[in-house]
């Protein structure tokens, strides 16, 4: 069965900091690969998606993630976080024997210090 | 630009009373979902319909009734609500697992 895991249950960076979220995921081929991010009080919004093609995507917010189907991990990283960017950050999965369901990581809550 | 509309936004009850979650795309998805989400542990899936007229059990279906109205709406249902369905309830469209999903903002629900 297919599995997200986001090692990180909470992290914490300075503003102004590079920020990098883990997120790996159990699936024999490879799947479609989702981050989103949900602000205090709301609901949850696409950031970025990998299908195929470049390994390397860009999304909203100035966020970037990386496949890398050697390791199974599906990275989003910033170059400089702004206080703003304090959420939580949810890393998904979709596979072809799903059944229409992605599959989602336990999230991780990022807090911005001053 | 709508997208997906969940009501109410906030609602107490007493333990015991029954109401419905309501929910409405206008994304013309075939594909709508229900989750639940608690501190500490994500999104968990309670029912989906993949697509009108059939609808389907996920991880945390007991408590819970759903109904797929027709292409535009999708019903949760608590007949008796319990302390331990407190919690943020989420509704999403989509197309199927190879596209995101789209949610709405979020029914919070307590239960006394």
């Known amino acids: 069965a297919q599995s997200v895991t986001q090692p990180d249950i909470h992290i914490t960076v300075s503003e102004g900091a590079s920020l990098e979220l883990r997120c790996n995921y159990s699936?024999?081929?490879?799947?479609?690969l989702f981050w989103y991010v949900q602000s205090p009080g709301q609901g949850l919004q696409l950031l970025l998606k990998?299908?195929?093609?470049d390994t390397l995507v860009q999304g909203i917010k100035g966020f970037e993630a990386e496949f890398k189907r050697s390791q199974s991990s599906f990275n989003l990283r910033k170059p400089s976080v702004h206080w703003s960017d304090a959420a939580e950050y949810f890393c998904a999965v979709g596979a072809g024997d799903s059944n229409y369901q992605l599959i989602w990581g336990a999230g991780t809550k990022l807090i911005i210090k001053p | 630009n709508a997208g997906v509309t969940q009501t109410p936004k906030f609602q107490v009850l007493k333990t015991g009373q029954s109401m419905t979650l309501q929910c409405a795309q206008d994304m013309n998805h075939n594909s709508m979902y229900w989750y639940r989400q608690d501190p500490g542990m994500g999104l968990r899936l309670i029912y989906y319909?993949?697509?009108?007229?059939?609808?389907d059990k996920g991880e945390v279906p007991n408590g819970y009734n759903v109904s797929r109205l027709n292409k535009r709406e999708f019903s949760l249902r608590l007949e008796s609500a319990a302390p331990s369905q407190t919690s943020v309830y989420f509704c999403a469209s989509g197309t199927g697992y190879n596209q995101p999903q789209h949610f709405g903002d979020g029914t919070r629900l307590s239960i006394l």
């Open positions: 699936y024999g081929a490879t799947p479609y």
């Open positions: 990998y299908f195929s093609g």
């Open positions: 319909s993949a697509s009108e007229g059939t609808t």
